[in-house]
């Protein structure tokens, strides 16, 4: 009976240790069992500070309407860009996409370098800024600057392909800079426009996609998306509905140009319905590099607020993604190094639990699974005694 019960003891906390330690571990592996790899040798020229200034003209080219779709803000920025390319080369190649929502005329601007490749790499931010500060407390009908969400991300695009323009012909690929429109006047505590959805941009893209590019003989290798990528203390997600082997080694080549904060091996798990999620389903693997923009104001409290404003922008956190996209493509598709040993064509991919299911998750198991155990044992008992 001594051992019965000693058996019984063992078996109880065997299963409790398991139900405790399976739920935990599992994730844990799945997130640092990526393919490990090391960046290659080469030096970086992409500049936070140059970004900063591209973040600062967008925020004063219209201080009233600033780049809400419709308004001659949203006219000016697409022009900026046009002149900020062609600066970098007057025969830069750019395409205008129009359409219309709601009546309203909007417009995706798309730019390519090295057309002579037939694989493409596309680069993405929305520049739209919200046209009502719904999460403001004290102004929710005012315009949103969009400093961040907008602006930050346009603005590593640019710095982005002065630095890799220059690097061209050592370059094996064919790079697309796709500026998006109407990306954030959906609804949360309202509208930013009234019965606008979320992603209007690159949803119309993607339904135009074929007009853009010659399918017989081009394709796409990723998409990497840049949303709000430039506020203090920059600390990005593992975006679910990203392409996980993309994302991770997105990750992983931050980490080891030593941004462990914006890049940490424990990041929140959620998914963001964004601007990637159309190339998502179109079949190409993509990548949101986005922070945690909820839970204000424990996470980033400027987000859909006029405090979204060039005072929370920081010039090391536009340097730091500016950096890590610009190592990734080096690491990928520099001519004349050693084969990289990378997750290309980025197939893999597996989703986690959202955070915050995760945590519910962790918590309720070992509960049921004791409470199993403990009438079990009773039953046992019971029987025992008879």
């Known amino acids: 009976m001594v051992l019965i019960k000693k058996s019984y003891k063992l078996i109880t906390i065997t299963f409790i240790a398991l139900i405790v330690v399976i739920p935990i571990t599992i994730p844990i592996f799945l997130l640092f069992n990526n393919n490990k790899f090391t960046n290659i040798n080469i030096e970086l020229q992409f500049d936070g500070d140059t970004a900063y200034s591209y973040v600062a003209y ?152 074929d007009t853009f590019y010659n399918s017989s003989n081009e394709s796409f290798d990723a998409m990497i998306l840049l949303d709000m990528v430039g506020g203090n203390n920059l600390r990005f997600i593992a975006e679910q509905r990203s392409t996980s082997s993309l994302l991770n080694e997105l990750f992983e080549t931050g980490r080891q140009l030593g941004f462990t904060s914006a890049f940490p091996s424990d990041p929140t798990v959620s998914s963001v319905f964004d601007d990637h999620v159309a190339f998502v389903d179109y079949g190409i693997p993509s990548a949101d590099l986005i922070i945690k923009f909820w839970n204000a104001p424990i996470e980033w409290p400027y987000h859909h607020t006029t405090g979204d404003d060039l005072s929370h922008i920081s010039s090391t956190s536009l340097e730091i993604t500016g950096k890590t996209v610009e190592q990734f493509i080096y690491n990928n598709y520099y001519e004349g190094t050693n084969p990289f040993q990378g997750s290309f064509p980025w197939s893999g991919d597996f989703d986690l639990l959202d955070s915050e299911l995760f945590i519910f998750v962790i918590i309720i198991i070992p509960i049921v699974g004791i409470a199993v155990i403990v009438l079990y044992l009773h039953s046992r008992s019971n029987k025992d005694n008879k």
Do not use: M
């Not at 417009?107 to 403001?136: C, M, P, W």
């Not at 323009?165 to 050592?170: D, F, I, V």
């Open 58 to 209: 967008q925020i004063n080219i219209n201080t009233t309407h600033y780049r809400i779709p419709g308004t001659q803000g949203r006219e000016d920025c697409a022009q900026y860009f046009i002149t900020k390319f062609h600066q970098i080369d007057p025969t830069i190649s750019f395409t205008l996409h129009n359409f219309t929502i709601h009546s309203i005329g909007c417009q995706n601007v798309l730019f390519k370098i090295n057309e002579n490749y037939s694989n493409i790499l596309i680069l993405g931010a929305h520049y739209d800024s919200r046209a009502k500060a719904t999460k403001d407390s004290t102004n929710p009908d005012l315009p949103v600057p969009g400093a961040n969400d907008g602006a930050s991300g346009s603005a590593v695009l640019i710095e982005l392909a002065r630095v890799l323009y220059e690097k061209r012909h050592n370059l094996s690929l064919q790079i697309w800079f796709l500026f998006f429109d109407a990306e954030d006047q959906g609804r949360d505590y309202d509208y930013g426009i009234f019965e606008w959805d979320w992603c209007y941009g690159s949803r119309k893209f993607v339904q135009d996609i």
